[in-house]
T-cell receptor, first 113, second 115 residues
Framework: KQEVTQIPAALSVPEGENLVLNCSFTDSAIYNLQWFRQDPGKGLTSLLLIQSSQREQTSGRLNASLDKSSGRSTLYIAASQPGDSATYLCAVRGNNAGNMLTFGGGTRLMVKP | DAMVIQNPRYQVTQFGKPVTLSCSQTLNHNVMYWYQQKSSQAPKLLFHYYDKDFNNEADTPDNFQSRRPNTSFCFLDIRSPGLGDAAMYLC??????????????FGPGTRLTVL
């Protein structure tokens, strides 16, 4: 059974700092990995999708990497801003029975002005 | 803009009183999902539809039902809400269930309160 872990569970940084969020998964048989952002009381916003054959994806100040063989992904946020404060969730879509997303527990990020 | 829409955004019901949450999508995706999310937890998949094919997760209580009358709409029915069913309910869609390109999109959620 796929298990997804996100470390750290919470992170507080000063504005302007570059930061890295980590995601690990136990089964490398995946179609893709998605990073989501969730603001308090809101739904999930898809930030980046990395296909299993890809190594990284970039969108603005965000860069996500994928090392499928080691079961790891990172989300790099450059020049963090208070507006980046949210919970970040990673999820993997397995390519075995079911094919549903398996979520990590999330990292709650606070960027202080 | 193509999107996933959920109504209402906030729903209050009484213990044991049936409630229906609705979801619609303009993405023309084949798959629609319902998730339950409790405070500080990851979303938990309740069930999904692939077109008209209903797929229930093994641990989804019988109290939860779903209907998908057409491609665009999907409903979550809670037959007899208990206090433990108070949560955020998230609807999501994807074009398919398989494939590396397959991206999942979520609606804004419905916050359910049970009194």
């Amino acid at each position: 059974k796929q298990e997804v872990t996100q470390i750290p569970a919470a992170l507080s940084v000063p504005e302007g700092e570059n930061l890295v969020l980590n995601c690990s998964f136990t089964d490398s048989a995946i179609y893709n990995l998605q990073w989501f952002r969730q603001d308090p009381g809101k739904g999930l916003t898809s930030l980046l999708l990395i296909q299993s054959s890809q190594r990284e994806q970039t969108s603005g100040r965000l860069n996500a990497s994928l090392d499928k063989s080691s079961g790891r992904s990172t989300l790099y946020i450059a020049a963090s801003q208070p507006g980046d404060s949210a919970t970040y969730l990673c999820a993997v879509r397995g390519n075995n029975a079911g094919n549903m997303l398996t979520f990590g527990g999330g990292t709650r990020l606070m960027v202080k002005p | 803009d193509a999107m996933v829409i959920q109504n209402p955004r906030y729903q209050v019901t009484q213990f044991g009183k049936p409630v229906t949450l609705s979801c619609s999508q303009t993405l023309n995706h084949n798959v629609m999902y319902w998730y339950q999310q409790k405070s500080s937890q990851a979303p938990k998949l309740l069930f999904h539809y692939y077109d008209k094919d209903f797929n229930n997760e093994a641990d989804t209580p019988d109290n939860f039902q779903s209907r998908r009358p057409n491609t665009s709409f999907c409903f979550l029915d809670i037959r007899s809400p208990g206090l433990g069913d108070a949560a955020m309910y998230l609807c999501a869609t994807s074009r398919d269930v398989a494939g590396a390109y397959n991206e999942q999109f979520f609606g804004p959620g419905t916050r359910l309160t049970v009194l």
